[in-house]
């Protein structure tokens, strides 16, 4: 079906279209944008080869104003239709995500990166709980290895261990290890948990698998485009969760921590490990994403 204007559009016009179609089309939003209006102006200044942080307001010289030719908007129609037919993440369409204002190389190989942990990187929140001991970093289920590289940046004094158990995550982080001039830094590792990572971890890093299996069987088409491997935690979403918080004392030094991800899964964590002393770390999806626990309190489980 065409949407080619008979008259020129304006990139306004056009991303507002693009916003009407992507909204009409009942997809589902999350990686990287929350709504269609956003999305809608990812893609369109993508396709057009602008900066995705153009002006798109009402001033005299904005981008919103400038016109499309015939053959930019049949590009960007048929992307958007791409966007609705496939229903595949926009990040898979245009192999780029952003976290915390850093651009990542990302295909149907991993996961789309959208950790809170990345806020927490970038804000210095857990700062307090790090100190001069910290040395060693590891950044489990590390997917596009977003998280290791903007570690890396964080925290410059600081070696980082990417690791996951599947070799094209890890082929997809090897692109972003090297695009960001790391690789004397970020080290990769494929592992199966922890079993190949004996440490000892200052810090370790962790956004796992652990959407639980009703929710799994609820996902939208774009959740279910990515590794399901990089999302199902098993019944109630805590499988890899238990094995890590097993393994993780003996591998880490005295005063490390770890910095977990448990997404919408708190009620079903807290079921799992009702004694267990954590901190829960406020981001913007509020304060009950992310929590870090300490080896002390780990091994007060044993």
């Not at 944008?33 to 307001?57: C, F, H, K, Q």
């Not at 590794?227 to 097993?246: H, K, N, Q, S, Y």
Request: glycine share 6%; with cysteine; proline share 6%.
């Amino acid at each position: 079906m065409s949407h080619t204007p008979t008259q020129p559009l304006t990139v306004a016009a056009t991303v507002a279209q693009a916003a009407q179609r992507l909204s009409s089309a009942g997809l589902a939003f999350g990686h990287g944008t929350t709504n269609a209006e956003d999305e809608a102006a990812w893609l369109v200044l993508w396709r057009l080869g602008l900066p995705l942080d153009s002006d798109l307001s009402d001033a005299p010289d904005s981008t919103a104003r400038r016109t499309l030719t015939a053959e930019e908007a049949a590009a960007v129609d048929a992307l958007i239709d791409q966007r609705i037919q496939t229903r595949k993440p926009a990040a898979y369409l245009t192999h780029e995500a952003w976290l915390q204002g850093v651009p990542f190389y990302v295909d149907e190989r991993a996961i789309v990166p959208r950790s809170f942990i990345a806020e927490l990187l970038a804000d210095g929140s857990i700062d307090d709980f790090l100190g001069e001991h910290t040395r060693r970093v590891l950044d489990l289920c590390t997917g596009n290895g977003s998280l290791a590289i903007l570690a890396a940046m964080a925290y410059p004094e600081v070696e980082v261990t990417g690791a996951d158990i599947s070799a094209d995550a890890l082929a997809v982080a090897r692109i972003n290890v090297d695009k960001h001039g790391l690789a004397q830094r970020v080290q990769l590792q494929i592992s199966d948990g922890m079993e190949s990572l004996p440490g000892p971890w200052d810090l370790i890093l962790c956004n796992p698998p652990y959407v639980n299996a009703q929710s799994m069987s609820n996902l939208p088409a774009e959740y279910r485009a990515e590794p399901e491997l990089a999302l199902a935690g098993g019944t109630d979403g805590m499988d890899f969760i238990r094995r890590l918080l097993r393994d993780a004392p003996a591998r880490m030094s005295e005063h490390a921590v770890l910095v977990l991800e448990i997404g919408n899964e708190r009620e079903f964590f807290e079921a799992a490990f009702p004694t267990l002393p954590v901190f829960w770390i406020e981001t913007s999806a509020g304060e009950d994403q992310v929590l870090l626990v300490t080896r002390q309190a780990l091994l007060g489980q044993g």
